[in-house]
C-alpha cells in the first residue's frame, strides 16, 4: 500500500511492537498480517502501522483495528492470519479474541482474563 494516497483505506490495523509485545510474538504477527493482507489483495483497502507499548502489556500480543476501535489481545501469527481474513476482508470482527470493542459510550470490554504476564498491581 502506498502510504502517500491513503483514500481508499477502510481499515487502519495498529500492531504493537513494543518490548512485551515483541517478547510475545509482535515482529511475527507483523509479518503475518501484511502478508496476509498483499496475498488477499487487501493493499489498498487496508493501512498497518506498528507502534511501541500500547499500555495492554498483559494481552500481548496486542493488534488494534479502527475505525471499528477492536483491540485484538494474545495475538498469534495464526490468529491474526484469521482477523485479516475475517474482520478486515470479510467485516465479521473475532469478539472472542477481543479485549475491547469501541461502541457509541466508549470501549467496552469484551475478552476474558486470562493474561501472559499476570495481573498487574496499581503503580508497577
Excluded at 498483559?58 to 485484538?72: E, H
Excluded at 475491547?100 to 504476564?117: A, K, M, Q
Aim: glycine share 12%.
Amino acid at each position: 500500500m502506498a502510504t502517500w494516497d491513503l483514500r481508499g483505506v477502510r481499515h487502519h490495523v495498529f500492531i504493537c511492537n513494543g518490548g512485551t509485545c515483541l517478547r510475545h510474538g509482535g515482529d511475527e504477527v507483523t509479518v503475518a498480517v501484511r502478508e496476509e493482507i498483499a496475498r488477499l489483495g487487501l493493499d489498498d483497502a487496508v493501512h498497518t502501522t506498528r507502534t511501541r507499548c500500547n499500555g495492554r502489556c498483559q494481552d500481548a500480543c496486542v493488534m488494534i483495528v479502527y475505525p471499528d476501535g477492536v483491540w485484538y489481545r494474545l495475538m498469534t501469527p495464526e490468529k491474526a492470519k484469521e482477523v485479516v481474513h475475517r474482520h478486515l476482508q470479510n467485516g465479521e470482527p473475532l469478539r472472542t479474541w477481543a479485549a475491547y470493542e469501541y461502541r457509541e459510550d466508549g470501549l467496552t470490554r469484551l475478552g476474558g482474563t486470562e493474561s501472559v504476564i499476570g495481573v498487574r498491581k496499581r503503580g508497577t
